[in-house]
Nanobody
Framework: QVQLVESGGGSVQAGGSLRLSCAAS????????VGWFRQAPGKERHLVAA???????DYTDSVKGRFNISRDDAKNTVYLQMNSLKPQDTALYYC????????????????????WGQGTQVTVSS
């Protein structure tokens, strides 16, 4: 069983940057695919970025060119670098992980993930 803890959220002005971290404990993270999701008040949870354990990555269209997902398996941590932040990026951000035997697989739906963190709030003001 892996436990996930997010950190790095906060309040920034539009155009600013934040780096979110998702730290895993309980077992090695190297064979997990990981996704970052976000949920704004009154809205559904949506995938922002995802990375396979083979380092394939994908992003939702609204963050392409601004966000970058990466992983450091030696530190059991996945990062989400968020640049050029916009007010519409304001949400509670969650990381999620799924054990998989396929190095290239990326998972896009929340129900495909087995483990979730508690979330970290990101607030972007205009």
């Amino acid at each position: 069983q892996v436990q996930l803890v997010e950190s790095g959220g906060g309040s920034v002005q539009a155009g600013g940057s934040l780096r979110l971290s998702c730290a895993a404990s309980g077992r090695t993270f190297s064979d997990y695919a990981v996704g970052w999701f976000r949920q704004a008040p009154g809205k559904e949870r949506h995938l922002v970025a995802a990375i396979s354990w083979g380092n394939n990555a994908d992003y939702t269209d609204s963050v392409k060119g601004r966000f970058n997902i990466s992983r450091d398996d030696a530190k059991n941590t996945v990062y989400l670098q968020m640049n050029s932040l916009k007010p519409q990026d304001t949400a509670l951000y969650y990381c999620a992980a799924r054990l998989t035997g396929w190095s290239g697989n990326i998972y896009y739906n929340a129900h495909e993930y087995q483990h979730w963190g508690q979330g970290t709030q990101v607030t972007v003001s205009s």
